[in-house]
């Protein structure tokens, strides 16, 4: 029986990491905070992880994959890292990810963009370069709120991919 154990950080995602062009097409400053939920293991090897990034109010997904030594895998997103807006001025963050056998990533979790003040189911598909898959959702994105209070709050914990 072979035991693989994997620990991986999530490297910088901030804009002064991946410079401009990040996913929302603003660029931020110094002084993020990102953090990794969750890890998966593709068939190259290859490690992805997911999380989220925060600045201030903001936070979104975060990606970084690594090749099977650890590196940053350069060509995944911008220099092996993806950051995710789910719109102006939203907040959320990634709590899971599978890699399907064809390479491409969903990522999960949840995000509120205003004027909702409360989560919504929210996901993301991206290419095995690191790119958002305009033909899942909504230009890659789907966020789906459940009822009409200020209270309610959803959020993905575990994603799978099925066979078909």
């Known amino acids: 029986m072979r035991i693989l154990l994997a620990g991986v950080a999530l490297a910088s995602l901030c804009a002064v990491a991946l410079g401009p ?4 097409g603003r660029e931020r400053g110094a002084g993020s905070v990102d953090l990794g939920e969750a890890l998966a293991v593709a068939r190259d090897g290859k490690l992805v992880v997911a999380g989220l990034s925060r600045r201030g109010s903001l936070a979104g ?3 970084a994959r690594y090749t099977a030594d650890g590196a940053l895998d350069r060509s ?10 789910f719109g102006r001025g939203s907040y959320g963050g990634a709590r899971s990810l599978a890699v399907r056998p064809d390479g491409k990533v969903v990522v999960a979790g949840g995000a509120a963009v205003p004027p909702r003040i409360y989560n919504g189911f929210a996901m993301a598909r991206y290419t095995v370069a690191g790119k958002l898959d305009r033909t899942f959702g909504r230009n890659g994105k789907v966020l789906m709120y459940f009822g009409s209070r200020r209270g ?3 959020n993905l914990a575990a994603i799978a ?3 078909d």
């Open 76 to 85: 995944f997103g911008t220099g092996g890292k993806v950051l995710t807006s």
């Open 152 to 154: 309610n709050v959803s």
């Open 61 to 63: 997904f975060a990606l």
């Open 21 to 24: 062009g990040t996913a929302d």
């Open 161 to 163: 991919i099925q066979a």
